[in-house]
């Protein structure tokens, strides 16, 4: 595997620490800011606005300028994303830590074309194997993320999560200068000649609607439940530390499989492996809606963790059938830009769920989204479609 692939999969290390640092302490910060109770998720809302509003203009951005220039602007804006942040706690200001998480969610969302950067830079045998291995490096994320959110909470007199984003700048600044030395593919001229299907006939095609529901739903339901257990176990009285080892175990659940999905992929299908994250994702609502305890938010969240994995992993590979080279830009664009928007739609609506719902419809309300992705993967499998 290049070399690139490898420093890809760091960089993805370093962006997933990030972001599990900011679901570890965003919607606790929120609760801290927040006057009115419906506020409190909207800097997760917000971070997930900046990486939805990125999506298509990065995908476009790097087709015409490269994945480095593209890369180094990112993680730029994350630079400056914390810096407002800061502001913003140390003037007790929503907006301003609004602001800052909405920025970081632009570097966030430059960032989700580490995975697309890697099947560049290797032959089309080892696609599976590369985007696995780039989401592997989110083991480590695992171990720094959560840890990083206990062990910054006296870095900041302010707020005792506040220190958190100091470290985050220090994630941006190591991933900057990673991106700065690393060998990236450069841009590939677009043959003007051949034809750019429109979006209505791209997603005619059942192989692409089933990739980007896989994403979204996947993806959606993961966010959803994952940014709302800080607050459901807040509720239940149980301590930050064991919110973080939650989280910690549910983001090994994310990246540890990806040592071994492109196996998968390549072994079983795409399909199925897709066909098996939905199972892992309802197992990990009937976990969640057997108790409250914190076992209960464990297993539950680890199994959503490996349902998200098996889904956008799948997912991605299962997108590159779906169009020629002069349409990537487009349909990679628009697929972030679905994905995410599920995404941001899943935390906005975590903080009111919990109040308004209680934790158990909120994980009844996902059931049938999962059932709608298997129904489209199984209609695929069944039709005899792409099966690599």
């Not at 171990?143 to 005792?160: C, K, Q, T």
Request: charged content about 5%; hydrophobic content about 55%.
């Amino acid at each position: 595997m290049p070399i690139t692939v490898w420093g890809l999969a760091i960089a993805q290390a370093l962006l997933a620490s990030g972001n599990i640092l900011l679901v570890s302490v965003s919607a606790l910060i929120g609760q801290y800011l927040a006057v009115d109770p419906w506020l409190v998720t909207l800097p997760v809302a917000c971070q997930f606005l900046g990486l939805i509003l990125s999506t298509l203009p990065a995908a476009y951005l790097m087709q015409r300028l490269g994945r480095k220039a593209g890369f180094v602007a990112g993680n730029l804006i994350g630079l400056l994303g914390t810096w407002v942040a800061l502001q913003g706690l140390a003037q007790v200001s929503l907006a301003g830590f609004t602001l800052g998480t909405f920025l970081i969610g632009i570097a966030i969302g430059v960032g989700q074309q580490y995975r697309f950067a890697a099947l560049e830079s290797c032959a089309h045998q080892f696609h599976a194997r590369a985007i696995s291995l780039v989401m592997a490096g989110g083991v480590l994320a695992a171990v720094i993320g959560p840890n990083l959110a206990v062990w910054s909470r006296d870095w900041y007199e302010v707020n005792p999560y506040g220190g958190a984003f100091y470290g985050l700048f220090g994630l941006y600044m190591v991933a900057l200068l990673l991106i700065l030395v690393l060998p990236l593919p450069k841009t590939t001229p677009v043959n003007k000649s051949e034809s750019v299907r429109s979006y209505g006939e791209l997603f005619r095609q059942p192989l692409l609607l089933a990739a980007v529901a896989s994403g979204m739903i996947g993806y959606g339901v993961m966010v959803l439940l994952m940014t709302a257990t800080p607050l459901a176990m807040d509720h239940q009285q149980h301590g930050f530390a064991d919110t973080a080892l939650v989280i910690q175990w549910h983001v090994l659940g994310m990246f540890v499989p990806s040592f071994f999905t492109g196996h998968l992929i390549r072994r079983f299908s795409t399909q199925r492996v897709i066909l098996w994250g939905c199972g892992a994702l309802l197992l990990s609502v009937l976990v969640n809606l057997s108790g409250q305890g914190f076992w209960h938010y464990w297993w539950g969240l680890l199994w959503l963790g490996i349902g998200w994995n098996f889904t956008f992993i799948g997912a991605t590979h299962l997108l590159t059938f779906s169009y020629q080279p002069a349409e990537k830009a487009k349909v990679q664009g628009v697929n972030e830009f679905l994905v995410f928007s599920a995404a941001a739609v899943g935390s906005l609506f975590a903080g009111q769920g919990v109040l308004l719902l209680g934790w158990g419809w909120l994980n009844l309300m996902a059931i049938p989204w999962i059932l709608l992705v298997a129904l489209l993967i199984w209609r695929l499998k069944t039709e005899g479609s792409v099966t690599a």
